[in-house]
């Protein structure tokens, strides 16, 4: 083994200049994802009006997440074996792909189509970013990094909104599509000529095929579950029965075929840490709480108080603000003291004590009254996502930090699928009862019924049907909140039980950091 493997870690991070382009590239790629979450949210209205798929809304979201959550493990252990920068160049590509695919889409099917594909690039695009840090950046000082890319995810979900209600507005959502081609084209660049990694030695061995079909399909039959069940189909009905069997059976199964795999994408031996399995319980919880909360909100904001696209992107500029400020400074200070433990455990609280106050509000609540409870779910958020990922990194030594990484946000990304999903569907499933019940026969003229209403179009209705569908929206809406509150308790709860131990000080010593880094296996 050459010393200069060893080395080139450290030198890095010693060139100010070199890793400020490296982070760059990082961040550049991150936010391609990121702002893909979030740019449709305050299009998404007018999307599926105008597709007349307000039935089929929540899988504009979902056909997303769920394609990343299962692409994750794969890029973390193929990055573990190969390297990092070409897989970060193909998801990139893949992401662009996509992006293609959903900006040509005539209906609602394409669209979702073109959306699953840019999920399997977007979720190699956020386990690789935060891979790639850990193979230049020691633990202990990692915090600051980990918090700038959770600054990153703040950002996105302002500037999401705003970008998605300009477009809108302006030239077309469509180009919330093309946008991604310009960024997506300075990223590889940035990635080709300034990202410079240790080479890794390629391992021979056989890929973990049937690991990877076996987890796709769990991974789909749990959220097909969570999105169908009580909804589109009876919980008792055939169909739901034969996706909780299928996901329990392809489950058992790959938890056997990992035991036997060479390489397994997903190791069992990782849940022998306990650290991991806690953070990794809750980091799942929040993902439920996140997503379902954070994916219909602008929706909420347009049908309910009458905001614009673009407006009800700028109410939720107290989410980045809170979540910016308490990502960053607790990284900054993760770096300085050492210490991390209360911090998830926190920000578990906030998420808490956030939905529950959402769940209070009503069509007369005064905007800046939402937009505080939407800001105080954004500190909980700050405080609790990268810290738990730093946690994980701390856990494992080096040659195992992507496939760590990436199980970790696996399941945290089970729990953003099926909160996305749940919450979806209920609250879509809500609306559509409520609307039927509520609206007068032959309001909604256009094509398409209710299923056609754009938020324009709801404040062009008669005064009694305007306040029946704003009524509608809302109480479909908030008492969902309500039902989620728990769950960030129930995280705080299993996060109390993380021990802390100290934070590396050298890349190769993970897992102990006494150890200097030129003595480390």
């Known amino acids: 083994m050459s010393t200069s493997t060893k080395t080139t870690p450290a030198a890095v991070v010693e060139k100010p200049t070199g890793m400020l382009l490296l982070f760059v590239g990082l961040m550049l790629s991150m936010l391609l994802a990121a702002l893909s979450q979030m740019i449709l949210s305050t299009a998404l209205p007018t999307i599926v009006g105008e597709l007349n798929g307000v039935d089929q809304m929540l899988w504009v979201i979902t056909a997303y997440i769920l394609t990343a959550t299962i692409v994750m493990p794969i890029y973390g252990k193929l990055g573990d074996l190969m390297g990092r920068k070409n897989l970060l160049l193909i998801a990139i590509s893949i992401f662009m792909v996509g992006s293609i695919v959903g900006g040509l889409a005539p209906d609602m099917p394409w669209l979702i189509t073109g959306r699953a594909i840019q999920g399997v690039g977007g979720g190699g695009l956020m386990i690789l970013a935060q891979a790639i840090i850990a193979d230049v950046v020691p633990a202990r000082e990692r915090g600051k990094y980990m918090g700038v890319m959770g600054g990153v995810f703040a950002f996105a979900s302002v500037a999401g909104p705003l970008l998605g209600g300009f477009f809108t507005e302006g030239p077309g959502w469509r180009w919330m599509f093309w946008i991604n081609m310009p960024l997506g084209i300075l990223a590889i660049l940035v990635v080709v000529f300034f990202l410079h990694l240790p080479s890794k030695e390629r391992k021979r061995s056989k890929p973990d095929v049937a690991g990877m079909a076996l987890l796709a399909i769990a991974t789909t039959s749990v959220v097909l579950v969570g999105t169908w069940g009580g909804t589109r189909y009876d919980w008792t009905s055939p169909t739901i029965l034969g996706l909780v069997a299928a996901a329990v059976v392809t489950g058992v199964a790959f938890v056997m075929v990992e035991r036997r795999a060479d390489e397994p994408i997903l190791p069992m031996h990782l849940f022998k840490e306990r650290n991991f399995n806690l953070t990794t319980s809750g980091g799942l919880l929040i993902g439920v709480t996140m997503f379902g909360a954070i994916g219909y909100l602008p929706t909420y904001l347009q049908m309910v108080t009458g905001a614009s696209a673009t407006n009800a992107g700028l109410l939720m500029i107290p989410m980045m603000g809170a979540l910016l400020i308490m990502s960053t400074g607790s990284g900054v200070l993760v770096s300085r003291t050492g210490r991390y433990r209360w911090m998830p455990i926190a920000g578990a609280l906030i998420i808490a004590v956030a939905l529950f106050l959402l769940s209070t509000i009503q069509p007369g609540t005064a905007l800046w009254v939402i937009c505080t409870y939407i800001g105080l779910l954004g500190a909980g958020l700050g405080l609790s996502m990268q810290i738990l990922v730093l946690i994980v990194q701390n856990t494992f030594p080096n040659r195992m930090v992507g496939t ?109 950091p006494a150890i200097p880094f030129d003595k480390a296996e």
């Open 404 to 512: 760590a990484t990436a199980s970790n946000n696996y399941f945290r990304q089970i729990g953003a699928t099926l909160g996305s999903a749940i919450v979806g569907s209920l609250f879509t499933a809500r609306v559509a009862d409520l609307l039927t019940e509520r609206l007068p026969g032959g309001t909604v003229s256009t094509e398409g019924g209710a299923n056609s209403l754009t938020p324009q179009l709801v404040y062009t209705l008669p005064d009694a049907a305007r306040n029946a569908v704003i009524e509608s929206y809302n109480d479909a809406l908030t008492p969902l909140f309500l039902y989620m509150a728990p769950l960030g308790v129930l995280a705080a709860v299993l996060l109390y039980f993380v021990k802390e131990t100290p934070l590396a000080t050298s890349i190769e010593a993970e897992r102990e």
